[in-house]
């Protein structure tokens, strides 16, 4: 069974672009989530998506918005980046709740 | 609110050696709790869930964790550490109803040959 994959894997953008980031779940899987990883501020929740609804979302501005797909497809979308929005940018996929959620290998934006 | 402590930044240990992450959590109702590994450049890749009713958990690796309702902890062990098992761990809780799956700052374990 196939892994949770995330492309781009490395990114590289400007202050004030925009980017797009894609995650394909597991095979089942109807919930995803995406979380920022960051040495400073650590695995910080940004929203989960299940069965193409919002379900829960974090703390983040709302240059930060994402989407799910009927194949639970996910796509995040950043806009106006910030030096600050460099960061690991990590999916999980999970079948529910309480169930493990498994990780992609994230996407590693950087911002110059 | 839901939150998770990990109060150690790095754990040392010998190979061989037994080795404990601390984690306790705090988390409205019965809790789903879990540990992830992270290795560089990579995702989390997880490695046990608690499953209501069982005090010790087995998970993959070897690792197994300990759950105590009255401490409201969940540490992750192993017997025997591997200089394989240096890595970043992160204990995660998540309560119920849809709640989200908070995660704890993280612990850096480091395994000396």
């Known amino acids: 069974k196939a892994g949770v994959t995330q492309t781009p894997r490395y990114l590289i953008k400007t202050r004030g672009q925009q980017v797009t980031l894609s995650c394909s779940p597991i095979?089942?899987?109807?919930?995803v989530s995406w979380y920022q990883q960051t040495p400073g501020q650590g695995l910080q929740f940004l929203f989960e998506?299940?069965?193409?609804?919002?379900?829960n979302k974090g703390n983040f501005p709302g240059r930060f918005s994402g989407r799910q797909f009927s194949n639970s497809r996910s796509e995040m979308n950043v806009s106006t980046l910030e030096l600050g929005d460099s960061a690991l940018y990590l999916c999980?996929?999970?079948?529910?709740?309480?169930?493990?959620?498994?990780f992609g290998d994230g996407t590693r934006l950087s911002i110059l | 609110a839901q939150s998770v402590a990990q109060p150690e930044d790095q754990v040392n240990v010998a190979e061989g050696n037994p080795l404990t992450v601390k984690c306790t959590y705090s988390?409205?109702?019965?809790?789903?709790l879990f540990w992830y590994v992270q290795y560089p450049n990579r995702g989390l890749q997880f490695l046990l869930k608690?499953?209501?009713?069982?005090?010790l958990v087995k998970g993959s690796y070897g690792f197994e964790a300990e759950f105590n309702k009255s401490q409201t902890s969940f540490h992750l062990k192993k017997p025997s550490a591997l200089v394989s098992d240096s890595a970043l761990y992160f204990c995660?809780?998540?309560?119920?109803?849809?709640?989200?799956?908070?995660f704890g700052k993280g612990t850096m374990l480091l395994v000396s040959p």
């Open positions: 995660a809780s998540r309560g119920s109803g849809y709640s989200t799956l908070t």
């Open positions: 988390v409205s109702g019965n809790p789903y």
């Open positions: 608690y499953i209501t009713g069982d005090n």
């Open positions: 999980a996929s999970s079948w529910d709740e309480g169930q493990p959620q498994h």
């Open positions: 998506y299940f069965s193409e609804t919002q379900r």
């Open positions: 095979s089942g899987h109807r919930s």
